[in-house]
């Protein structure tokens, strides 16, 4: 199952300034034996148990997500994927009555740390949703720009320069270069979603968790976002949420498969590297699953 | 047997008809509501431009009243008293309304939030009379004098519970994937709320304070013992002031012919006022929106 890399020649050398922990890019993605290296661990998460109310909906979940790989999270729906990378930026809390325990280490510290900001967390691990959120009484640029102007980055030319790299980046510059006053929403489905990615890496995050970033665009905008994935994977490390298995097979370096138990709590069944899952899974249920006898 | 129901004798016909003639009383039931409904609002424009463009003349908007019983004369000092005290009650209501809407939709998804909610309900149904006579012994007995401000703050308490609701409601209505969107970008939550969650809710909030403003430029009751009314032109908010309604209904109940054509006219300026505001503050809201969007 091999992935290759497109790698889109655009200006990916542009200066992203002082982002700790992404390391450099390992050498040879691509390249067969790329990921016999285990890289540095980005993102552990331990034993990470999450609760709407009263319903516990993921149950002790652990993994360790790879720099600079991207990791796909599958499994059929109401297996608590989508809640536990949610987990992953504290957005879950902001469902009401929602809880998390474990822990989730971004170098070594627990961003569940009660001395530990909930802003700078989701400043440092980015979010792109499944419907495509541009605001709407925006610009394209001032899109880009809003993740830095909460970040308080106000000078205008550092701005336009991280724009207009970050617009690149997501592989929608030459379609809107021209027309870059125009409401971020008049776009089309596919467009906005590179949209909303390029909103995301303009803060130049170490993570970038995608939840079924695809499933509300066509297959060929479809095409665009994995590619665009293959590419974004050198410079962050990437994780993905899909109901998709072809496209998990398609671009992730990892997967994950999560399944809910009759007591309806999501675990993690199996986690490997997605040509070994996909070819040799250790788990019967994980082979069930991925030769669609269920799901 | 098919052919026979379709082309032949129908054995349904009977109950067809009957079905078809139900439609269509009920189709002319429903009309002559929708005709009934409308009929005030027809007669009351037409009353008004039948009775209140004889009464319009340039001396009405640039001079003052006359001493009674005197012909000619404007009502100069209610348009701009009522443009001062409309105003200014505007600006100081929908700023605090806003914020607690703001409130009320974004902190008050709890106890406090449903007690502050049914609060600001009872406020909206207190008579406006009622808040006339709290003003004037809040502000009118201590000054030992009827002013201005105390109509602005009668007006400007008036207002507030239509827009407070009014933006609660839009805020509500703002999907939660863009609160998500600006959340997961590491956004703190008042700045969500300021420069997501506000903007996109700002032509519903706009509607909401037309609305109000309509409601409280055609109020007098609580502009009787607080601005009191003025036969001069005032602009000084520490002294009386005049305004359209207060006169209007001086005017209405005197004996002069002179004063009941006034009367009318005035009402058609009042009519004629917020009708144009109401449709300026949509049409720059919507602009507003359209620009961006």
Redesign the interface.
């Known amino acids: 199952m091999a992935i290759e890399s497109t790698k889109q020649e655009q200006a990916t050398t542009t200066e992203f300034s002082g982002v700790p922990v992404a390391a450099p890019t390992p050498a040879g993605r691509g390249s067969v034996g790329r990921n016999d290296d285990l890289s540095q661990v980005a993102l552990k998460a331990d034993r990470v148990s999450a609760w709407y109310g009263a319903k516990h909906a993921v149950g002790e979940v652990s993994m360790d997500i790879y720099t600079n790989k991207i990791t796909a999270l599958i499994g059929p729906s109401g297996c608590g994927k989508s809640t536990y990378i949610r987990c992953f930026n504290r957005m879950h809390e902001f469902t009401p009555g929602a809880r998390v325990e474990g822990g989730i280490y971004l170098e070594g510290v627990d961003i569940y740390d009660p001395a530990v900001d909930p802003t700078r967390v989701r400043q440092r691990i980015g979010m792109v949703f499944q419907k495509p959120n541009p605001f709407p009484t925006m610009s394209i640029v001032e899109n880009v720009a809003s993740g830095l102007r909460f970040k308080g980055i106000t000078n205008r030319s550092e701005v336009a320069d991280r724009v207009e790299a970050s617009l690149k980046s997501a592989a929608l510059w030459d379609e809107v270069k021209s027309d870059l006053k125009k409401p971020g929403i008049a776009l089309s489905g596919g467009q906005q979603q590179r949209l909303c990615i390029a909103r995301a890496i303009a803060v130049e995050p170490e993570v970038v968790l995608m939840d079924e970033p695809c499933s509300a665009l066509d297959p060929i905008a479809t095409v665009k976002i994995e590619d665009l994935m293959t590419s974004l994977a050198e410079r962050f490390t990437i994780v993905i949420v899909t109901h998709n298995l072809q496209q998990a097979a398609r671009v992730s370096d990892w997967t994950g498969f999560m399944l809910a138990g009759d007591d309806g709590i999501g675990r993690l069944v199996e986690y490997a590297k997605t040509d070994e899952l996909f070819t040799n899974p250790k788990d019967p249920r994980t082979e069930a699953y991925i030769t669609g006898r269920f799901g | 047997m098919a052919s026979t129901t379709w082309a032949g004798a129908d054995p349904l016909a009977s109950h067809r008809a009957r079905r078809q003639l139900i439609d269509k009383i009920m189709t002319a039931i429903m009309i002559t509501a929708a005709i009934i409904g409308v009929i005030p609002l027809v007669l009351i424009l037409f009353y008004l431009l039948k009775e209140g463009i004889p009464g319009l003349s340039l001396d009405l908007f640039t001079s003052d009243p006359r001493r009674p019983g005197l012909s000619g004369g404007g009502v100069r000092n209610s348009i701009i008293g009522s443009t001062i005290m409309v105003g200014l009650g505007t600006v100081i209501g929908v700023p605090i309304a806003v914020a607690c809407g703001i409130f009320m939709s974004e902190y008050g ?1 709890n106890r406090a939030g449903t007690m502050f909610r049914f609060l600001v309900d009872v406020l909206a149904g207190i008579p406006s009379i009622t808040m006339g006579l709290f003003v004037y012994s809040l502000l009118v007995l201590p000054m030992q004098r009827f002013t201005a401000i105390a109509g602005v703050l009668a007006l400007a308490i008036l207002i507030m519970p239509i827009v407070a609701r009014t933006t609660e409601e839009m805020l509500q209505l703002v ?1 939660r ?12 939550p008042w ?1 969500t709320i300021l ?2 969650i506000l ?2 809710a700002v032509p519903g909030i706009a509607t909401g304070v037309v609305l109000g403003l309509a409601r409280i430029s055609g109020e007098a009751a609580p502009l009787l013992f607080t601005a009191l009314g003025n036969q001069f032109t005032s602009t000084d908010v520490l002294h009386a002031m005049d305004a359209l309604p207060l006169r209007i209904f001086v005017y209405a109940i005197g004996p002069y012919d002179d004063w009941h054509q006034k009367a009318w006219a005035m009402s058609l300026i009042l009519v004629t006022f917020i009708f144009a505001i109401s449709a300026g503050i949509r049409w720059v809201s919507r602009r507003g ?1 359209a620009i ?2």
């Open positions: 998804q999907p994937a863009l609160r998500e969107a600006a959340l997961a970008l590491g956004a703190p700045r420069t997501v903007p996109a929106a961006r969007h």
